[in-house]
Each structure stands twice: as structure tokens, then as C-alpha cells.
């Protein structure tokens, strides 16, 4: 009779505790690293595009029922206080905030799912657009300079733009809506040169992203004027 409850014993202490439900809704990948963080041994280059200031990181966050974000951040004024809101679009939002934070934030029950955003990557580009697009040998194509319109380069990267001004890029060129790591890549750029190439007297502004909700936030913009 003793071994009988001894045995049971051992079983019930084998027995694997179940995750809360705040962190089943943080993807493993964001958990494992939100825990490295906490015991102080994060590799800092395993995370996804690096940190941002004040070692915080972009997070999407997916909410539950269809809940509208608008509504959530009414619901929860103080979040911008913890967090910095980059994206609030339909039922998703894009936050940054600290690992130390990511628990508070995940035992919210209008969260449904917390994890990285998944990130655009450039691919090459061919120079010399006005060869690629084989735009001499279509007769008229190369009368059109572009003049009177305005074309918008979206992408996730202008670095080394400033050196093409008035040499492979327009000067005036707006840049008025760069922001945060827009030096990451140079894929924009090549795609303005080849649009300078074609169109040479057409007005370019720039536009970077790196996140879906971002690239879906610019186009949301754009549709709406």
C-alpha cells in the first residue's frame, strides 16, 4: 500500500505544468527570448531586425473577436504610457515595448495572439532601367518623360540616396516621409534610378516599411488620398 502511494506521488510531480493562458498567447519564438531577457542572456543579434531604443522590440499583436484596435486603445488608455503604438489598423496593432513588459501585455483577455511582424526583404534589382525595359526600341516610349506626374517609390530601404541628388536622382526629390530605419537598405533606391531612368522628369517621393501592417497602413493612406 505505501509503494502503491509513493508511486503516485512521483507521478504527480512528473506530471508537466501547463503554460497560463498569457503565455500561450505569445508566439514560442517571442517567449523563449522574452525569458533570455529576463535572465540576462539574450543574444541581442538572434532577434528578429535588432532592437529599438531603450531595448524594446516590434511586436504585432492580433486581437481576439475582431475586436477593433481603436476600441482596445480606448479600453486601455495607459498603454501608450509602456508602449510605443506604431500601427493600428483594423483588429491588429504594432507595438513597441520592452521584454520586461510582454507579460502585463499578454494577460490582457482582448489579446488573442503576440508575436514578431513579419518583416519585408528586398531581392535584386537590375540597373540601367531604361535597357532592362528595353524602353528605346519602343518607339514612342522614350518621347515620355514623366512630366506632370508623381510616382511614389514604396520599399524598405533608400540608403546612399543622398549621393544620387541631381546626378541619378532628381533634387527634389520628397523624402519628407522617411522614417526610423530607412538607411537598412539600398533596394529603393535602385528601384528610383531605374524610374528616373524612364521617366526622367517625373517627380518621386519615398516611402519606407519594413512590417506588414506598415506596408498595409502606407497603402490604406494612399487609397484614401
Known amino acids: 500500500m505505501l509503494s502503491a502511494v509513493l508511486s503516485m506521488m512521483v507521478l504527480a510531480e512528473a506530471a508537466p505544468v501547463s503554460p497560463d493562458a498569457s503565455e500561450v498567447r505569445v508566439s514560442t519564438e517571442l517567449l523563449r527570448q522574452a525569458r533570455a531577457f529576463q535572465n540576462g542572456d539574450l543574444d541581442w543579434s538572434t532577434v528578429r531586425r535588432g532592437r529599438l531604443p531603450g531595448d524594446r522590440v516590434k511586436v ?6 475582431r475586436l477593433q484596435s481603436t476600441a482596445f486603445l480606448a479600453r486601455y488608455p495607459e498603454l501608450s ?115 528616373h531612368d524612364v521617366a526622367p522628369e517625373a517627380e518621386l517621393a519615398f516611402y519606407n516599411f519594413e512590417t506588414e501592417l506598415e506596408f498595409r497602413q502606407l497603402m490604406l493612406e494612399f487609397s484614401e488620398g
Open 81 to 195: 504610457n509602456d508602449t510605443e503604438i506604431q500601427v493600428s489598423l483594423g483588429s491588429e496593432l504594432q507595438l513597441g515595448i520592452s521584454f520586461s513588459d510582454l507579460h502585463w501585455l499578454s494577460e490582457l483577455e482582448e489579446i488573442q495572439r503576440i508575436r514578431y511582424p513579419v518583416y519585408a526583404r528586398s531581392k535584386e534589382v537590375l540597373s540601367e532601367g531604361v535597357d532592362f525595359l528595353a524602353a528605346d526600341s519602343l518607339g514612342e516610349l522614350h518621347k515620355r518623360t514623366g512630366r506632370g506626374v508623381k510616382v511614389a517609390i514604396v520599399d524598405i530601404g533608400f540608403a546612399g540616396y543622398e549621393e544620387l541628388l541631381g546626378v541619378e536622382l532628381p533634387n527634389t526629390t520628397d523624402v519628407s516621409a522617411l522614417k526610423g530605419n530607412w538607411e537598412s537598405d539600398s533596394h529603393g533606391t535602385a528601384v528610383a534610378e531605374i524610374v
Open 60 to 65: 504585432h499583436v492580433e486581437l481576439a473577436d
